[in-house]
T-cell receptor, first 115, second 111 residues
Framework: GAGVSQSPSNKVTEKGKDVELRCDPI?????LYWYRQSLGQGLEFLIY????????KSGLPSDRFSAERTGGSVSTLTIQRTQQEDSAVYLC?????????????FGPGTRLTVT | QKEVEQDPGPLSVPEGAIVSLNCTYSNSAFQYFMWYRQYSRKGPELLMY????GNKEDGRFTAQVDKSSKYISLFIRDSQPSDSATYLC???????????FGAGTRLFVKA
């Protein structure tokens, strides 16, 4: 079956512009996660959605970052007024439920470059 | 101190060697231990996970957890050039969803 998909695969933007990153999780997966991976760094947790529950936003680095998940499926991560330090690979993952988060399926990521 | 520590390498071995990848963690509440493999410009993929202590084997891969020393290992037997990738250890506690990842170890297997 189809895996997690993300778009765009690459995004180059100018400092100060807003960007939107999209994630399509595996069909039927109720839990969805966003991570950020900077060069040589591990995965930094950003935000987590589980079903219709309020998302856990504890990992968002600043109020320039926001995310939503519509209809319990597709998610969009928005970064406003981008800064150069926002340059990274943004990874989305899903799991069948939150309790099975030990088995996450990742998308290929969106490589964001802020110039 | 990071909750999960992992040597970033790189680690270079000849084809056929046994590879040992390791992580340490600080929180004794962690119960699930995972290993992900990430090829260049791809998303991580789950190799295997274990619950609590003990060993788990899957083909050429063996995951080992020692909770007394808070040490987790991944062994790769008969390593192949196709095993060249970054290996990320990860952990979480029971009932929680938040997964803590190590920085990843880059492995190169030379033909």
């Amino acid at each position: 079956g189809a895996g997690v998909s993300q778009s765009p695969s690459n995004k180059v933007t100018e400092k100060g512009k807003d960007v939107e990153l999209r994630c399509d999780p595996i069909s039927g997966h109720t839990a969805l996660y966003w991570y950020r991976q900077s060069l040589g760094q591990g995965l930094e947790f950003l935000i987590y959605f589980q079903g219709n529950s309020a998302p856990d936003k504890s990992g968002l680095p600043s109020d320039r970052f926001s995310a939503e998940r519509t209809g319990g499926s597709v998610s969009t991560l928005t970064i406003q007024r981008t800064q150069q330090e926002d340059s990274a690979v943004y990874l989305c993952a899903s799991s069948s439920t939150a309790s099975s988060s030990y088995e996450q399926y990742f998308g290929p990521g969106t490589r964001l470059t802020v110039t | 101190q990071k909750e999960v520590e992992q040597d970033p390498g790189p680690l270079s071995v000849p084809e056929g060697a046994i590879v040992s990848l390791n992580c340490t963690y600080s929180n004794s509440a962690f119960q699930y231990f995972m290993w992900y493999r990430q090829y260049s410009r791809k998303g991580p993929e789950l190799l295997m996970y274990t619950y609590s202590s003990g060993n788990k084997e899957d083909g050429r891969f063996t995951a080992q957890v020692d909770k007394s020393s808070k040490y987790i290992s991944l062994f790769i037997r008969d390593s192949q050039p196709s095993d060249s990738a970054t290996y990320l250890c990860a952990t979480r506690n029971t009932g929680g969803f938040k997964t803590i990842f190590g920085a990843g170890t880059r492995l190169f297997v030379k033909a």
